[in-house]
């Protein structure tokens, strides 16, 4: 199963995420800050990088975002405590 967890897409996002001050992240592509580095990656994840997409290791579903992945898994989670 492919998965896009690569070192090279992380490398890509850290050229957008750049540092306001001692707290802040701040998106270098539009100036968006979030206290947050998460906060920032996903959001140029999803605003300016091409994504090829993360693939679900369960499932092989794509989602566009890490933050959209992982919530796609919390559902394989809950499907799975339900059936038993
Ligand atoms: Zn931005
Ligand atoms: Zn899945």
Not at 26 to 32: F, R, S, V
Not at 62 to 72: F, V
């Amino acid at each position: 199963m492919h998965s896009y967890f690569l070192p090279e897409w992380n490398a890509l996002i850290e050229m957008f995420v750049g540092r306001a001050d001692n707290s802040m992240f701040t998106c270098l592509e539009c100036g968006k800050m979030s206290t947050h580095k998460i906060n920032i990656v996903s959001h140029v994840e999803s605003h300016h990088v091409e994504s090829p997409g993360f693939a679900c290791d369960v499932c092989g579903n794509i989602s566009k975002t890490r933050a959209s992945l992982r919530m796609h898994r919390r559902r394989h989670k809950k499907m799975l405590s339900e059936n038993r």
